[in-house]
């Protein structure tokens, strides 16, 4: 069973920086999947931040391009999101999700693209 583990979510001031992290485990070829970040305010629907598919390819969310960094450790095992220049706005649920399907009609920032999902960790940015 796939599992995604966050952390390092917290509050920090407007225009600092944090660096989210998700570990993946239960698989014994993390590099197959197609990995993101998501985040979710309060009574919303769950958007795309940042994603990373299995040949590299990277898409940002319109709101974070140029703020937010996605990457992931050598080994595939670990991804992670540098957040800088954050803002009120940034405030959020984010989470990791992960996916091995390949031909899929959802794009990499569509949340109904991906299987496995963490729990979340809280990022609030205080003004």
């Known amino acids: 069973q796939v599992r995604l583990v966050e952390s390092g979510g917290g509050s920090v001031q407007s225009g600092g920086t944090l660096t989210l992290s998700c570990i993946i485990s239960g698989s014994t070829s993390v590099g197959s999947y197609t990995m993101a970040w998501f985040r979710q305010y309060s009574g919303k629907e769950r958007e795309g931040v940042a994603s990373?598919?299995?040949?590299?390819?990277?898409d940002y969310g319109d709101s974070v391009k140029g703020r937010f960094t996605i990457s992931q450790a050598e080994d595939k095992k670990t991804l992670y999101l540098q957040m800088s220049s954050l803002q009120p706005e940034d405030t959020a649920m984010y989470y990791c999700?992960?996916?091995?399907?390949?031909?899929?009609?959802?794009?990499?920032?569509?949340?109904?693209?991906?299987?496995?999902w963490g729990q979340g960790t809280q990022v609030t940015v205080t003004s």
């Open positions: 999700a992960a996916d091995r399907r390949v031909y899929i009609a959802y794009h990499d920032l569509e949340k109904e693209r991906y299987t496995y």
């Open positions: 990373i598919a299995t040949d590299g390819e990277i």
